[in-house]
């Protein structure tokens, strides 16, 4: 049986979340961001306790960076969890801008 996932930007509170099941459901997760100038900087990834190894960071964070590609932002990605998780998905890495490449070690 899959669980179905919805990721919704909130930008009242400056994060990308993650429901599972229903989408007006409670939050499962974050991904808190700073919008600035054309860049979206990722700062902090939490999923809730006892949701963890469910691959739903993954999911948030590939739907935040692909709403971060669509509007045309750079990313930085000050999160470990997200820095990780570009460097394994090197499709990612056009969004961080060349220049800072090397201070993300991407």
Do not use: K
């Not at 700073?34 to 948030?60: K, P």
């Not at 998780?85 to 801008?97: A, F, H, K, M």
């Amino acid at each position: 049986m899959t669980t179905e996932t919805y990721v919704t930007d909130n930008p009242a509170a400056s994060r990308f979340e993650i429901r599972v099941g229903e989408p007006d459901s409670e939050p499962v997760g974050f991904a808190e961001y700073h919008l600035s100038e054309g860049e979206m900087a990722f700062l902090h990834t939490e999923i809730t306790t006892g949701r963890e190894g469910q691959a739903l960071a993954a999911v948030l964070i590939r739907e935040a960076l692909d709403s971060a590609r669509r509007r045309g932002l750079a990313v930085l990605p000050y999160c470990p969890f997200v820095r990780v998780w570009i460097g394994r998905n090197r499709e990612y890495t056009d969004l961080v801008p060349v220049d800072r490449r090397v201070r993300f070690n991407l």
